[in-house]
């Protein structure tokens, strides 16, 4: 199956290629016929011994090799297998299974845990007793991961006995395939962010994030931007940009205002304040010991979120303010405010004029 040191030395390195990116190749992607029970290649004993080699690869798709073992007629004996392999890397485990010519297993290399079989070392072997007629051998990468360029020997030793049935009376079932050993999953962290891998989902990296990346929400990306709320607290002010949201940004980041009788409200340094607005009092109910009021203007006269209000004793807009009759605003609506003053209803009805101020 193989040739010369040189070209085995090719294939390990490809092998070493072959795990470090293919996770994922099905375990017989790239088997050749030895690869199935049908194509098993024949192992001829000489002297009762005979030996064979060749590679097995889970990432290049060539998991399994089949040996066929057949013991001389009517002979009966102690069956001795051998299987030793190197790998590309260390920890890399292999292993064999033993199966009838009624394809029925019949032994095969002691199963052993990961941490275990990176101890172990590269070396495997079993005994078939009371052994006769043929045997196939499968060997075979262990984990999705495993490779390994292997020697396999077979020992055997005739015993005195016969036959105790007739092998040809006796139905054939095709051997159990080795079933596939469930994918790696990919770690992640915010230093080996890949958008592709699911384990990423729930990562936000330090930078590279996609816009919109669910687990970035609520967090400033790198570099900032002044599409994310979380940034408008920390981030520098953009130059020749300056945005009123980002904290960083005062006055001085905007130009001077060139005609202060052409406001401009995109510019801080250019705006005329709003003037306070007054309404009268239309309607009001008590509830406990609140008035509600409802005032005669609204959003339509600029009245704003974040505005003020004070019950006046006259009315004229530069009266003074009843004492107690700050109002808060409950709702602004295009052409009514309802408010909630601590007055009486009496005071309320005696003082029907409300002044709402800008911030």
Not at 38 to 51: I, S
Not at 146 to 171: H, I, R
Not at 227 to 238: F, G, I, L, R, V
Request: charge should be positive; proline fraction near 9%.
């Amino acid at each position: 199956m193989f040739g010369k040191s040189v070209r085995a030395a090719g294939l390990l390195i490809a092998m070493a290629l072959l795990i470090g990116c293919a996770h994922n190749v099905p375990q017989d992607k790239a088997s050749t016929p030895d690869g199935k029970i049908k194509g098993a290649k024949t192992m001829t004993l000489e002297n009762g011994e005979a030996k064979t080699s060749g590679i097995v690869t889970y990432p290049g798709g060539d998991r399994v090799d089949w040996k066929l073992v057949e013991l001389p007629e009517g002979k009966r004996g102690k069956l001795d297998i051998k299987l030793t392999w190197t790998t590309p890397r260390p920890g890399l485990q292999l292993a064999f299974d033993v199966f009838d010519e009624w394809n029925t297993q019949v032994g095969g290399s002691k199963k052993s845990t990961k941490k275990k079989a990176r101890s172990a070392g590269r070396q495997k072997v079993g005994t078939i007793t009371a052994a006769k007629g043929k045997y196939f051998v499968r060997v075979y990468a262990v984990g999705r991961g495993d490779a390994g360029k292997y020697k396999l020997a077979v020992n055997f030793e005739e015993q005195a006995g016969t036959l105790a049935f007739d092998p040809l009376k006796l139905a054939i079932n095709d051997p159990p395939k080795l079933a596939d050993v469930p994918a790696i999953e990919q770690g992640c962290d915010e230093f080996t962010f890949d958008p592709k891998v699911a384990a990423c989902k729930m990562i936000c990296p330090s930078a590279g994030a996609p816009p919109g990346w669910p687990a970035c929400k609520g967090k400033c990306p790198t570099p900032p931007t002044v599409d994310e709320p979380s940034c408008w607290a920390t981030m520098p002010c953009p130059r020749g940009q300056p945005d009123e949201r980002i904290k960083a940004c005062k006055p001085k980041d905007w130009p001077p205002c060139p005609d202060k009788n052409n406001p401009d409200d995109a510019n801080p340094n250019c705006r005329v304040k709003a003037q306070p607005v007054m309404g009268r009092v239309i309607g009001k109910t008590v509830q406990g010991s609140d008035v509600i009021v409802q005032v005669g203007v609204g959003s339509d006269q600029g009245i704003k979120k974040g505005w003020t209000g004070k019950v006046l004793r006259g009315s004229d807009i530069n009266d003074a303010a009843v004492p107690g009759g700050d109002v808060q605003i409950i709702r602004i609506d295009k052409a009514v405010t309802v408010v909630k003053v601590r007055l009486t209803a009496d005071q309320v009805e005696q003082n029907k004029n409300i002044r709402f101020s800008p911030p």
